[in-house]
C-alpha cells in the first residue's frame, strides 16, 4: 500500500489492495469458529486509516468494542452493520476504477466526483473538496438534507441542459432560414415593409429606412 501510494498517489491499486484486504478478512472470519478480535481490530483500524486517506472516514469514528468476549461478538456484528454499507460502496467503485482505468484520467475523475455526488449521500457523508494540495473533508450530515441538495443540484444541471438545447436549436433555426425571410422571422417588430429579397426597407413606423442603415442591414442579409 505503501509503495502504490508513494507511486504518484496509484489510487487504483491502492483501492485494489484495499479490497483483497477486506476479502482475505471475510475468508478469515468465515473460515475460523476461534476469531482472534484484536487481530481483526488491527485490520479494521488500518482500512479506516486508508479511507482517511482519501478523506472518506476520520480516524475513531466507530465505538470501541468491548473487551469481554460477548460484548466482542456484539460489537464485532454491529461493526460489520455499520461498515457494510461503506465497503458496499468502495468494493463497487474499485471494480469501476478497474474497469475504466485504460481510459485515462479523465473517467476517474468522473467516478470520483460520483462517489462524492451520488453515493456517499445515500450512505449520510457530506464529502467536499479543498483548495489544491489541500485533503478533502468529510462530516456526517442528515441524509434527507443531502438528497434534499442532490435532487437540487439534478433539476439545476437538468435546466441548464435544456437552456442550452433551447439556444442551440435556436440557432439552427437562424442559420436554417432563407435570407429573404431572415429578417420577418426575428427581427419583424423593427420594420414594417421589405423588398422583393425580404430587405427592410421601412422601420416600425413606417418611415423609410436610410442608406446607412440599409447598408448595414444588407451586410447582415449576405452573411
Known amino acids: 500500500m505503501h509503495e502504490r501510494l508513494a507511486d504518484n498517489f496509484d489510487t487504483p491499486a491502492a483501492v485494489n489492495i484495499l479490497s483483497e484486504l477486506v476479502t482475505a478478512t471475510n475468508r478469515y472470519l468465515m473460515d475460523n469458529q476461534q ?5 481483526v481490530r488491527q485490520v479494521s483500524k488500518y482500512v479506516f486509516k486508508i479511507l482517511k486517506v482519501f478523506g472518506i472516514y476520520d480516524e475513531d469514528v466507530f465505538p470501541s468494542t468491548q473487551t469481554a468476549d460477548s460484548d466482542a ?22 471494480d469501476q476504477v478497474k474497469a475504466t482505468a485504460d ?6 475523475f468522473r467516478l470520483c466526483d460520483e462517489l462524492r455526488d451520488d453515493v456517499l449521500p445515500l450512505l449520510g457523508v457530506r464529502l467536499e473538496d479543498r483548495a489544491k494540495g489541500q485533503d478533502a473533508i468529510w462530516k456526517y450530515e ?16 437538468e435546466k ?8 442551440k436549436q435556436e440557432e439552427i433555426r437562424k442559420k436554417s432560414t432563407p435570407p429573404q425571410d431572415w429578417f420577418k422571422a426575428f427581427r419583424a417588430a423593427e420594420f414594417s415593409q421589405y423588398d ?27 452573411k
Open 160 to 167: 441548464k441542459e435544456e437552456e442550452k438545447l433551447k439556444r
Open 35 to 39: 476469531i482472534k478480535v484484536p487481530f
Open 73 to 94: 461478538k456484539q460489537s464485532q456484528e454491529s461493526y460489520e452493520d455499520i461498515i457494510a454499507p461503506l465497503m458496499n460502496a468502495l468494493s463497487k467503485f474499485r
Open 103 to 108: 481510459q485515462g484520467p479523465k473517467e476517474l
Open 142 to 157: 442528515d441524509k434527507e438534507v443531502l438528497l434534499k441538495e442532490r435532487a437540487d443540484k439534478i433539476r439545476e444541471k
Open 196 to 222: 422583393e429579397t425580404g430587405l427592410p426597407t421601412h422601420d416600425s413606423k413606417g418611415k423609410e429606412i436610410n442608406e446607412q442603415i440599409r447598408n448595414k442591414l444588407k451586410k447582415e442579409w449576405n
